[in-house]
């Protein structure tokens, strides 16, 4: 159980607390509601690029890392889908000094076409680097582009491509600025060796002073029922088969996403898991395999993501998955294989919630879902399962036509 006090300021800013005190340290966690499913879809990549430049420095504060360094401290940022997120671990005694650097960032970023340059140019090589000139790179591009036509999923968080980056203006970056990072627009989470007093205290002394409360009215449009198979086939160079398929399922606040999240489990948890038995071990018509959820909060994708050996026709091992997938949407799943898989997510669930920097993190997500108490409850969700439920969302999500299937394929392979 993972006790918390919530408050709120008088501009927006959102307030909880947990108080750990087996440890000296604490984690301040500033979770913002922007992530790249709100861009401008000519302008995609700027909640990214913004990762790096709330790091160049604020109106009072040239340097963002020598004065936490100096305070014992270490930070660091994340940007998916749906939000970005900042955080700092720092010894309890010099809670103050992360307070300072975070509200000052909040208050007024210091920008200047050299630091958006430097920044431009950071991200442009990242982009180039993980994303174009490395192989299956741009992998999660053609998933992406296959499976949504109208959500903004459509495009990575690195942006739809690299010329949005490059020409991004100061202006642009203000603007994004201006409207999103932002007081009511942010989850102020903290856990560690803090009451939530002083909490709730240091947050009104460092935060309330921000006003821009301004309104931000989202519109994201929901994408429609996928009526028909998604097919692609590319040859390229690259050491050997990849097998993909995506599948449409439910999104982070109902229900039949926790059953999404075991069925991946029953599939691939570990060399015991089904795909890694049948597929790898005993008939070795895959190298790796992998299936998973993507995590987003609107509607997702369940993935199937498969390396094929050379002696192997991607054509063999497809069929050799769906035979995998059709065993799972003909019987229930016996009452042995769940209760192990509940275990297990209740073992996963019970190590994430040892660290300070992930209960903070959890804490932050669970209140943008809606309800900050998800992070005791969503594991009870987990418990109540039953394989009824487990054969019916399968037969829901695994359909041909909810189905996009990617051949990427080796021009290396020798084919019959």
Not at 83 to 111: C, G, H, K, V
Not at 231 to 238: M, N, R
Not at 306 to 313: Q, V
Request: hydrophobic share 35%.
């Amino acid at each position: 159980m993972i006790n918390f006090f919530k408050g709120e300021l008088n501009n927006g800013l959102k307030i909880l607390v947990n108080s750990d005190y087996s440890t000296p340290l604490v984690s301040i966690n500033i979770l913002y509601f922007i992530g790249s499913k709100d861009e401008n879809p000519k302008k995609t990549g700027f909640a990214h690029l913004f990762e790096h430049l709330m790091f160049g420095g604020s109106k009072n504060i040239p340097c963002f890392d020598t004065p936490l360094q100096n305070a014992g401290g270490e930070n660091n940022a994340f940007t998916n889908n749906d939000y970005t997120n900042y955080y700092i671990t720092i010894p309890s005694q010099n809670i103050e000094t992360a307070f300072w650097l975070e509200s000052d960032r909040m208050l007024q970023l210091a920008f200047s076409q050299k630091s958006l340059n430097i920044q431009k140019n950071v991200v442009v090589e990242e982009f180039k680097q993980r994303y174009l000139n490395q192989p299956y790179g741009d992998l999660w591009f053609i998933i992406r582009k296959q499976a949504y036509k109208v959500h903004p999923y459509k495009w990575p968080t690195i942006g739809k491509e690299v010329s949005h980056i490059e020409n991004a203006t100061l202006k642009d970056v203000k603007e994004f600025y201006n409207k999103y990072y932002i007081p009511s627009n942010a989850i102020l989470t903290l856990s560690g060796n803090i009451s939530f007093e002083n909490g709730y205290k240091l947050s009104e002394k460092w935060f309330a002073p921000i006003i821009k409360n301004n309104l931000i009215k989202r519109n994201i449009p929901k994408e429609p029922i996928q009526l028909i198979p998604n097919f692609i086939k590319l040859e390229k160079d690259v050491p050997f088969d990849i097998l993909c398929k995506v599948y449409h399922m439910a999104d982070r606040r109902n229900r039949e996403y926790i059953i999404a999240d075991i069925i991946s489990d029953v599939f691939s948890n570990g060399k015991s898991s089904r795909l890694y038995e049948n597929l790898v071990k005993k008939h070795k018509v895959f190298s790796e395999i992998d299936a998973f959820i993507s995590g987003d909060i609107d509607e997702g994708l369940f993935v199937f993501y498969g390396k094929i050996p050379d002696d192997i026709s991607i054509e063999k091992a497809e069929k050799a998955l769906d035979n995998e997938v059709n065993k799972l949407i003909s019987n229930p799943i016996t009452a042995h294989e769940l209760s192990k898989l509940k275990n297990k997510a209740e073992a996963a669930y019970v190590f994430s919630n040892i660290s300070c920097p992930n209960k903070a993190l959890k804490l932050g997500v669970s209140e943008l879902l809606g309800d900050a108490n998800l992070i005791n409850t969503e594991i009870e969700t987990y418990r109540s399962i039953n394989s009824q439920e487990v054969l019916s969302t399968s037969r829901k999500i695994f359909t041909e036509n909810n189905c996009s299937t990617i051949y990427y394929l080796s021009k290396n392979k020798k084919r019959c």
